[in-house]
């Protein structure tokens, strides 16, 4: 089952390694809202599948040169995700 985890929030380096552990190699993590914050908070090496909301970045002042991960461009694209997923996780 495929899962789409998502982080809304800023966490510890501890909480993302927690999240990014227990993910398998088909299931997803989406940065979003203030979630987006870790890519500047963190050294995040990912090994897992993970992209980034683009419309929060751009909200937030992050450039998406910050990071090489993959952007979710729009809403569009957010809800073909949720679509394309069995579950979404928000993760806390």
Not at 17 to 39: A, H, P, R, T, Y
Not at 67 to 75: A, D, F, G, K, R
Request: net charge negative.
């Amino acid at each position: 089952m495929k899962s789409l985890f998502l982080i809304n929030r800023s966490f510890t380096q501890e909480k993302l390694n927690e999240c990014l552990s227990i993910m398998s190699d088909q299931d997803l993590l989406l940065f979003i809202e203030d979630g987006v914050n870790n890519l500047l908070n963190h050294n995040l090496s990912f090994n897992k599948q993970c992209k980034a909301f683009l419309p929060d970045m751009v909200l937030r002042g992050i450039p998406n040169t910050v990071h090489s991960l993959p952007i979710v461009n729009n809403y569009q694209e957010w809800v073909d995700l949720c679509i394309d997923f069995d579950k979404a996780i928000s993760w806390k």
